[in-house]
């Protein structure tokens, strides 16, 4: 089996658009939720979203490009912009063994709605030929290749909420396995839009706050739901033999994956946990004897009832009772609201980044504990910490369970 590793890493966030003001926004406790100003709100029970601010695509495209693409394509391409220049990979790999692994969880949704406005206004003739291939939510993966013409395997997984952990699991058990030598994985999202805040509010998923500060409350008492967030992230992934050769700079190696399924129900998690856990005891596998105290989850966390709970039963069953009280754990959801698609990547950057500076990034507003969530959550301020290794964990709709696990490179 062939070692894995990281060597580039790009971001489009709430709380920032590039990896350091990103990292730099988590560690700070930067509160990327506020009132929705994408469209009027006044008829909505939901009024607060974690919106991308200041998003400027024709940072890495020109404006006819940027106009042909939905917004979750734009987030992509720019996400992935950055982690390709960070890893100094283009131009230093053939372009057949270059990959793609790259999801989104709804696609090109305010497409989707201005096409559907178009329609019923004016009728089928005023539907633009775009709507198609700015919609399908395979086309940010697609889009990735052309622009870094990566001719090795381009995949589009769909998982709800746990697409991008899935996106770069998959993209490491392909290079592990030989499919390819580098892989450009991850997630995207730009669904803040009327019908999906609607919908997600009509899932009784949403929370109804009107406070940022009272409205994503990861492991809170008070907690009633999500926050729509948006934006992407963007992992190399690369060949442990090929990435040393060329002299890149390595942030962490791969050594972990566990997908499985609840198969209990369509949007509420199966609190025994017993699915969940195995996810993350599979992804642990490699690191199973590196102490407790020196691991980090980076949770799931989304500050539903429902989630929260059955997260920490999870936690509590794939590493014992005494080990997941001294584990590290922290939600950014609770400063970047819940990314979609593109959280599993988002949130694998941040535990990475813990990784590689010794600090938690904290739950922010944790102010009133569950007692059925009682483990370390990292409540309000970042905390140092010696970390050997780190894990991302997925939950989304329809019982799909991610985790991934990365440790600081050996040899």
Not at 385 to 407: K, M, P, Q, T, W
Request: aromatic share 6%; hydrophobic share 40%; with cysteine.
């Amino acid at each position: 089996m062939k070692r894995v590793v990281v060597t580039g890493i790009g971001a489009v966030t709430p709380v920032g658009n590039n990896v350091p003001d990103f990292w730099d926004g988590l560690l700070t406790g930067k509160n990327g939720i506020g009132e929705i100003t994408r469209f009027d709100i006044s008829q909505s029970k939901y009024t607060l979203a974690a919106e991308v601010k200041d998003f400027d695509p024709l940072t890495c495209m020109d404006k006819l490009t940027s106009k042909k693409l939905d917004k979750f394509t734009q987030y992509a391409l720019v996400s992935s912009a950055e982690a390709m220049a960070d890893s100094g990979l283009e131009g230093n790999i053939e372009k057949e063994e270059l990959g793609v692994y790259f999801g989104s969880g709804i696609g090109g949704f305010e497409t989707f709605g201005a096409s559907y406005e178009m329609l019923v206004e004016k009728g089928p003739r005023r539907v633009s030929p775009l709507f198609i291939p700015k919609m399908i939510s395979n086309i940010a993966a697609g889009n990735i290749a052309i622009k870094f013409q990566a001719q090795g395997p381009c995949v589009s997984m769909t998982t709800a909420c746990a697409t991008g952990t899935t996106n770069i699991g998959e993209a490491y058990r392909a290079i592990r396995h030989g499919y390819a030598t580098a892989i450009i994985c991850g997630g995207s999202e730009a669904a803040i839009t009327p019908m999906a805040v609607a919908g997600f509010g009509a899932c009784m998923a949403l929370s109804p706050a009107t406070d940022p500060n009272l409205a994503s409350l990861p492991f809170d008492k008070r907690r009633n739901g999500f926050v729509m967030g948006e934006g992407a992230a963007t992992l190399i992934l690369e060949e442990y033999e090929h990435a040393k050769a060329r002299g890149a700079k390595i942030y962490a190696e791969v050594c972990g994956y566990g997908s499985t399924c609840d198969a209990h129900h369509v949007t509420a998690p199966d609190e025994s946990a017993v699915a969940s856990a195995k996810a993350i005891r599979d992804a642990m596998e490699e690191i199973k004897d590196i102490p407790a105290d020196k691991l980090y989850i980076n949770a799931h966390g989304t500050g539903t009832t429902l989630n929260d709970k059955t997260e920490t039963n999870a936690i509590r069953k794939a590493l014992g009772e005494e080990d997941a009280k001294k584990v590290h754990i922290s939600s950014i959801k609770s400063m970047t609201g819940h990314m979609l698609g593109a959280a599993g990547a988002a949130e694998a950057i941040a535990a990475i980044l813990a990784m590689r500076d010794g600090v938690i990034p904290p739950t922010i507003n944790l102010q009133e504990p569950d007692e059925e969530c009682d483990l370390h959550y990292t409540p309000n301020q970042a905390e140092k910490a010696d970390l050997e290794a780190v894990l991302s964990n997925s939950l989304g709709f329809g019982g799909h369970n991610a985790c991934i696990a990365f440790r600081k490179i050996k040899g």
